[in-house]
């Protein structure tokens, strides 16, 4: 069983608010993606916050420096969840869990572009981080790259972090993903580029929470393909 989390990656308000609308009721967790909390602000976080309080909200900060200082406003804003890169400083890290925990919330460290990823995760671990997020990003998909190898390597490491896998996941990947130790399973293009977001959040979110072809969705996709 893993928890589904939809990023939402446009740039434009009220389409990312209208996307929400659609998928929240199919997903775990609501992601502001980096592009879109850094076009829209707080204000967006604020909105989502107000209007789905039955999802966790997780800000893809990927902050890099003063940690503490850049995501005490947005945990004070209702963010469950912020990003930190892993390949910041040890002390930018420590900040964003020092300032989860301050507000019972939870920090994530990015190990995207981390060239050791497991003395990373190890060393992060220790300093009680709540989340690891595997994450190969979108430039590095368009290179042919996915997350499956590294996401092997840190479940291996069985630390008792919570694992987030990101990067090109699909229904046709969910229940590998899910198999291979992740706990939240990340989906963007998967869910907003479907032809019906809702259907295919709900698809992915079924193959997650434990079924192996996604339920009757899946079933029904099987008979008429
Ligand atoms: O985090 C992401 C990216 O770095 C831009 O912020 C994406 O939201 C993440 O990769 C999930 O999107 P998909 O890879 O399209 O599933």
Not at 11 to 16: G, I, K, P, V
Not at 96 to 109: F, L
Not at 141 to 158: C, H, M, S, Y
Request: proline share 3%; charged share 20%; with cysteine.
């Amino acid at each position: 069983m893993a928890q589904t989390q939809m990023a939402l990656d446009s740039l434009d308000f009220d389409a990312t608010v209208a996307l929400a609308t659609k998928v929240a009721p199919h997903v775990d967790i609501l992601e502001i993606g980096t592009p879109c909390i850094k076009h829209n602000g707080i204000k967006l976080l604020q909105t989502l916050r107000a209007k789905f309080p039955n999802n966790k909200i997780l800000v893809d900060l990927k902050t890099m420096d003063a940690g503490f200082y850049e995501a005490e406003p947005f945990y004070k804003a209702g963010a469950d969840i912020c990003t930190v890169l892993g390949t910041s400083d040890i002390g930018t890290i420590k900040g964003v869990i020092d300032v989860a925990n301050k507000y019972g919330k939870k920090a994530q460290i990015d190990l995207i572009n981390v060239a050791d990823k497991k003395a990373r995760t190890q060393e992060v671990a220790k300093l009680g981080a709540h989340i690891i997020g595997v994450h190969t990003g979108l430039d590095q998909q368009a290179a042919g790259q996915t997350p499956f190898g590294d996401l092997a390597l840190v479940a291996g490491l069985n630390l008792g972090l919570e694992i987030s896998v990101a990067g090109g996941v699909k229904a046709a990947t969910t229940a590998q993903v899910r198999d291979a130790g992740a706990t939240i399973i990340v989906a963007g293009a998967a869910i907003y580029g479907a032809a019906d977001p809702a259907a295919a959040a709900a698809e992915i979110t079924a193959i997650a929470h434990g079924g192996s072809t996604g339920g009757l969705f899946g079933w029904i996709k099987k008979l008429f393909s």
